[in-house]
């Protein structure tokens, strides 16, 4: 028989992380929220594992007029609120550097070809530029028109030049293609890497491992086990200072473009044929395109889409959305979209995907469930004992993780089953807490591993599955648009939804002692 040949790499090995060579990172956008809550914590805390090269600069630009010293005092200061190491914090701080200007002007990009030459020099990186847009989306056409311009795009022999892209990419398909059009005039696509942060956290990645390395839960991966999926992504927080960018997105173009359908592809694409960014892309892309896709005259029998009014969350009174600062009064934008996919292929032929997204939920928490069939025939039925289908759930926050309920005699009286709950939790297992996502995001844009960075004939199928959506809720105005609690789990007509198909949400309800209330730990 034929052997399989295998180049075995050890473990230890694959756990390395890759260093990247000389780098350098050039943030637009560099005196922003997303910058000093995200970007800089992220780069220090690699710079602190030693996970940036020797050769490595960091340039911020934005309008805001700062001279290099006050830019690395603001840092400073933050960092050293996080109570972080004052030596490590300055040794950092050097590699530090701050340009000001309007991305519309042309004498930004002369200064900045000069600082670039200058800061090249000194630090060896080899013209190696990754420049981060962390700015509004409507000036991103301006900044890639004029780094293209300045040929700052132009990858000379040995070096790169990368662009990372803050989502959202557009606000719908024809203004996606816009950008992408425009990118695509200065950079090959492998020079750019959008990004969604979904992608780089941990028990996101997980959920690859779980499927592929494991021999479990394939075979029973599909219709023939699987009766439905459900993805939540529930938040506490409301719109918060981000009103103005908000008010043009709304929750739809917010979340389920972008992040609830990574997380969809992850669970449910085929095995690809590697682990290679090109393979793992084109198995998420093809099931991207497997979506059936909404007729506008459907669009209420799938979806539904609410906004939140005023609650209770944690005991504390909460405002309503079109009360909060910056917010139109009379704002018709969801802050709530649940809805129905349906996946043709063989795999997930019959098996529906329930998603739903909110802000001002009742609590925070991110999971998908795999909800199982019941048992094909109960042996129990007779003593008319309704068995508990099983679950799995893959926790991806905040109690990172994942659960497998089962059915299983609780000790004592001979016929009494009752739901066990098999938990598995990431930081309690591993006593450490993951990198946070632009830690990892970050590094593999430096070494050039797209793998969890979208791709553009992704972005376009997803874009195209939503724009009936979109375009029939701009047309409906205030008709449809539902109204809930704050701190509730959404209007009632989510729970419809599932009702219809004689389904239900799985109950995120936590009892006293915050455990969940359906998972009844019996042993
Ligand atoms: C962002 C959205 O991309 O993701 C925010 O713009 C949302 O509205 C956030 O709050 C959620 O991210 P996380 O990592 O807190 O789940």
Same mark, same amino acid.
């Given at each position: 028989?034929?052997?399989?040949?295998?180049?075995?790499?050890?473990?230890?090995?694959?756990?390395?992380?890759?260093?990247?060579?000389?780098?350098?990172?050039?943030?637009?956008?560099?005196?922003?929220?997303?910058?000093?809550? %995200?970007?800089?914590?992220?780069? #220090?805390?690699?710079?602190? @594992?030693?996970? &940036?090269? +020797? *050769?490595?600069?960091? /340039?911020? =630009?934005?309008?805001? %007029?700062?001279?290099?010293?006050? #830019?690395?005092?603001?840092? @400073?200061?933050? &960092?050293? +609120? *996080?109570?972080?190491? /004052?030596? =490590?914090?300055?040794?950092?701080?050097?590699?530090?550097? #701050?340009?000001?200007?309007?991305?519309?002007?042309?004498?930004?990009?002369?200064?900045?070809?000069?600082?670039?030459?200058?800061?090249?020099?000194?630090?060896?990186?080899?013209?190696?530029?990754?420049?981060?847009?962390?700015?509004?989306?409507?000036?991103?056409?301006?900044?890639?028109?004029?780094?293209?311009?300045?040929?700052?795009?132009?990858?000379?022999?040995?070096?790169?030049?990368?662009?990372?892209?803050?989502?959202?990419?557009?606000?719908?398909?024809?203004?996606?293609?816009?950008?992408?059009?425009?990118?695509?005039?200065?950079?090959?696509?492998?020079?750019?890497?959008?990004?969604?942060?979904?992608?780089?956290?941990?028990?996101?990645?997980?959920?690859?491992?779980?499927?592929?390395?494991?021999?479990?839960?394939?075979?029973?991966?599909?219709?023939?086990?699987?009766?439905?999926?459900?993805?939540?992504?529930?938040?506490?927080?409301?719109?918060?200072?981000?009103?103005?960018?908000?008010?043009?997105?709304?929750?739809?173009?917010?979340?389920?473009?972008?992040?609830?359908?990574?997380?969809?592809?992850?669970?449910?694409?085929?095995?690809?044929?590697?682990?290679?960014?090109?393979?793992?892309?084109?198995?998420?892309?093809?099931?991207?395109?497997?979506?059936?896709?909404?007729?506008?005259?459907?669009?209420?029998?799938?979806?539904?889409?609410?906004?939140?009014?005023?609650?209770?969350?944690?005991?504390?009174?909460?405002?309503?959305?079109?009360?909060?600062?910056?917010?139109?009064?009379?704002?018709?934008?969801?802050?709530?979209?649940?809805?129905?996919?349906?996946?043709?292929?063989?795999?997930?032929?019959?098996?529906?995907?329930?998603?739903?997204?909110?802000?001002?939920?009742?609590?925070?928490?991110?999971?998908?469930?795999?909800?199982?069939?019941?048992?094909?025939?109960?042996?129990?039925?007779?003593?008319?004992?309704?068995?508990?289908?099983?679950?799995?759930?893959?926790?991806?926050?905040?109690?990172?993780?994942?659960?497998?309920?089962?059915?299983?005699?609780?000790?004592?009286?001979?016929?009494?089953?009752?739901?066990?709950?098999?938990?598995?939790?990431?930081?309690?297992?591993?006593?450490?807490?993951?990198?946070?996502?632009?830690?990892?995001?970050?590094?593999?844009?430096?070494?050039?591993?797209?793998?969890?960075?979208?791709?553009?004939?992704?972005?376009?199928?997803?874009?195209?599955?939503?724009?009936?959506?979109?375009?029939?809720?701009?047309?409906?105005?205030?008709?449809?648009?539902?109204?809930?609690?704050?701190?509730?789990?959404?209007?009632?007509?989510?729970?419809?939804?599932?009702?219809?198909?004689?389904?239900?949400?799985?109950?995120?309800?936590?009892?006293?002692?915050?455990?969940?209330?359906?998972?009844?730990?019996?042993?």
């Amino acid at each position: 028989m034929e052997q399989k040949t295998k180049t075995r790499i050890s473990r230890a090995q694959l756990c390395e992380e890759i260093k990247p060579g000389p780098s350098s990172i050039i943030i637009f956008g560099a005196s922003g929220d997303l910058t000093f809550r %995200k970007l800089i914590p992220s780069i #220090y805390t690699l710079f602190k @594992k030693n996970l &940036l090269p +020797e *050769e490595f600069f960091l /340039l911020g =630009i934005a309008r805001t %007029k700062y001279t290099d010293e006050e #830019y690395r005092e603001n840092i @400073k200061s933050r &960092l050293l +609120e *996080e109570k972080e190491d /004052l030596f =490590i914090v300055d040794k950092f701080l050097e590699k530090i550097f #701050y340009l000001s200007g309007y991305y519309n002007d042309d004498s930004l990009y002369t200064n900045l070809k000069n600082r670039l030459n200058l800061l090249d020099n000194i630090f060896k990186t080899n013209q190696n530029y990754l420049f981060y847009l962390s700015t509004p989306p409507n000036v991103y056409l301006e900044i890639i028109k004029r780094l293209g311009n300045f040929e700052l795009t132009v990858e000379k022999e040995g070096s790169y030049s990368r662009i990372i892209i803050e989502k959202p990419f557009g606000r719908d398909l024809k203004t996606s293609q816009e950008i992408d059009k425009e990118l695509h005039k200065y950079l090959n696509e492998s020079q750019i890497y959008r990004i969604d942060h979904y992608l780089g956290k941990e028990t996101v990645q997980n959920i690859m491992m779980l499927r592929f390395a494991n021999i479990v839960f394939e075979p029973i991966w599909n219709y023939k086990y699987i009766d439905n999926v459900q993805i939540t992504v529930a938040e506490t927080l409301g719109v918060e200072h981000r009103a103005g960018y908000f008010e043009q997105a709304g929750l739809l173009r917010d979340m389920f473009q972008n992040h609830m359908m990574q997380l969809l592809t992850l669970v449910a694409m085929e095995p690809p044929a590697s682990l290679e960014d090109r393979s793992v892309r084109d198995e998420k892309n093809k099931l991207l395109k497997s979506i059936r896709s909404y007729d506008k005259k459907d669009i209420d029998k799938y979806f539904v889409r609410a906004q939140y009014k005023e609650g209770f969350l944690n005991g504390e009174e909460v405002s309503a959305y079109r009360s909060e600062k910056n917010v139109n009064p009379n704002s018709n934008i969801e802050t709530f979209v649940a809805g129905k996919f349906n996946i043709d292929n063989w795999r997930w032929s019959g098996v529906p995907f329930y998603l739903r997204a909110g802000k001002r939920l009742k609590r925070r928490v991110t999971e998908i469930a795999i909800i199982f069939k019941e048992v094909p025939h109960s042996i129990f039925a007779k003593n008319n004992l309704d068995l508990e289908q099983n679950i799995l759930i893959l926790n991806i926050q905040p109690d990172e993780g994942f659960s497998l309920k089962i059915q299983a005699k609780q000790p004592g009286s001979k016929l009494c089953l009752n739901t066990l709950s098999m938990d598995f939790n990431y930081n309690d297992f591993f006593k450490f807490k993951g990198p946070d996502a632009y830690e990892r995001l970050l590094l593999d844009a430096m070494v050039g591993d797209q793998t969890l960075f979208v791709r553009s004939d992704a972005m376009d199928v997803s874009w195209k599955l939503f724009t009936p959506l979109l375009e029939k809720w701009e047309e409906q105005k205030d008709k449809g648009l539902l109204f809930y609690p704050a701190g509730s789990w959404g209007p009632i007509e989510s729970f419809k939804l599932l009702e219809k198909d004689q389904r239900q949400w799985r109950n995120l309800e936590l009892n006293q002692e915050g455990e969940e209330i359906r998972a009844d730990k019996v042993f």
